[in-house]
């Protein structure tokens, strides 16, 4: 069964984690959300659901504007063979989720099966305060990075924060 936002707020609400949500009208990629990014404070983002050639999955999130070669992630991920975007239809059935809403809130439609491997880039990481799709994107919620952290934990992942992103590298991180 997919959570609702609700049922999502209550299971933070559940882990003591605070966030503040703000509505708007649905966004569909990280171009269409650039006024977001004026009125939301902290480090907004994009998620990508990724499959190796073994089938398995991988969430990769970073700060919306993070160059990511996906061509050698493989390489940075631990992926078997090189990657490419999971299908809509294995999105909606792992993270119970479409296309422009996939965001890390989604983990906690994969506790049980946990099929999701966790990867947070290293330079978004840097950020106090993270900015995601409380499950759906017509809205934005903001949670702090340690609570993000403490999050996916409680989902059953163990997120790993790795240096995905070309800024995350070049700065060493």
Not at 125 to 139: G, I, R
């Amino acid at each position: 069964m997919v959570a609702t936002r609700d049922e999502l707020m209550a299971f933070l609400a559940g882990l003591q984690i605070d966030v503040a949500t703000t509505d708007h009208q649905p966004v569909f990629t990280v171009a269409e959300s650039g006024d977001l990014h004026e009125r939301i404070s902290g480090g907004h983002t994009k998620n990508l659901f990724l499959k190796d050639k073994k089938g398995r999955l991988f969430l990769v999130v970073v700060l919306h504007d993070a160059e990511v070669d996906l061509k050698k992630i493989h390489q940075v991920i631990g992926a078997q063979g090189r990657v490419s975007f999971g299908k809509a239809d294995l999105l909606m059935e792992v993270l119970g989720v479409v296309p422009g809403s996939v965001t890390p809130f989604a983990l906690i439609n994969d506790r049980t099966e946990q099929r999701v491997s966790v990867i947070f880039d290293a330079a978004m990481m840097q950020h106090d305060v993270l900015n995601y799709h409380p499950l759906s994107n017509d809205a934005t919620t903001s949670i702090g990075r340690d609570d993000l952290i403490a999050f996916a934990k409680a989902c059953g992942h163990e997120p790993q924060i790795l240096a995905v992103s070309q800024q995350a590298q070049e700065a060493g991180l």
